[in-house]
């Protein structure tokens, strides 16, 4: 009877053994899987930033002719805008005298505030050649101190990206400020990349962090300047 039992659980144990066997089995074979699917996954999702990546570079280069218009009192260019900017542009911006703009198309740009708000809906308008939107964007900002007025409110003109592209910049506005108010004459260059001089020295950050990580490493005296926000920080045309 012993002999028997022993041999009943002998049997039981291979069993259990066999069964053990077929489970790790089978969890080796879900974390072979488990392991491909995230392989898979990281490569779509590096695929989708690529695409995307893609799609934001064709529609900035869409938009490159673009200008957006900040402050227009709604209603100011009446029936015809682009006549309207042809009359005005050299009267806000003085650099632009003698100079014969084309402009294809003007339109306010619906952003999803109420119809009764008190600001302005920003004002797009696209110019024929590439070189009179760069003429545009430079003269505004030379006459930015001057400032150029209509209807006694400030009109400030800035360049036309996605909304991917605008979101980047918007990103890097207080950082920005800093540097400017640090003297550091910075430059915003395509599409969301610091450049500043320090010390005579060009120097270019692609993240807002590591523009903030110089800052903090500069003398404190120089942490200490005052400074001022505004918006007359060179953009790349």
């Known amino acids: 009877k012993l002999i028997k039992t022993k041999m009943t659980l002998k049997a039981e144990v291979e069993k259990l053994a066999i069964a053990a066997k077929q489970t790790r089995d089978r969890v080796d074979s879900v974390q072979a899987a488990a392991h491909e699917d995230r392989r898979i996954v990281a490569n779509l999702r590096k695929q989708v930033e690529q695409l995307t990546d893609k799609v934001t570079n064709m529609e900035d280069r869409s938009r490159r002719n673009n200008v957006q218009l900040v402050g227009l009192p709604k209603g100011v260019e009446g029936s015809n805008p682009a006549g309207f900017l042809r009359a005005n542009l050299s009267k806000w911006i003085p650099a632009l005298k003698g100079r014969d703009i084309e402009i294809e198309r003007a339109h306010r740009v619906y952003d999803g505030r109420k119809s009764n708000s008190k600001r302005p809906r920003t004002f797009i308008f696209r110019v024929l050649r590439w070189q009179d939107r760069s003429a545009i964007l430079k003269g505004a900002r030379q006459a930015y101190l001057e400032?150029?007025?209509?209807?006694?409110?400030?009109?400030?003109?800035?360049?036309?990206?996605?909304?991917?592209?605008?979101?980047?910049?918007?990103s890097l506005k207080p950082v920005?400020?800093?540097?400017?108010?640090?003297?550091?004459?910075?430059?915003?260059?395509?599409?969301?990349?610091?450049?500043?001089?320090?010390?005579?020295?060009?120097?270019?950050?692609?993240?807002?962090?590591?523009?903030?990580?110089?800052?903090?490493?500069?003398?404190?005296?120089?942490?200490?300047?005052?400074?001022?926000?505004?918006?007359?920080?060179?953009?790349?045309t």
């Open 176 to 236: 920005l400020w800093r540097v400017t108010a640090l003297d550091l004459q910075p430059f915003l260059i395509y599409p969301a990349i610091i450049q500043l001089r320090h010390n005579g020295e060009q120097m270019i950050f692609d993240s807002s962090q590591k523009a903030e990580d110089f800052i903090s490493s500069l003398p404190q005296k120089h942490l200490n300047c005052p400074g001022e926000e505004n918006n007359n920080v060179d953009m790349d």
């Open 147 to 170: 400032k150029y007025m209509q209807d006694n409110v400030t009109l400030l003109f800035f360049p036309d990206f996605s909304p991917a592209t605008s979101a980047r910049r918007r």
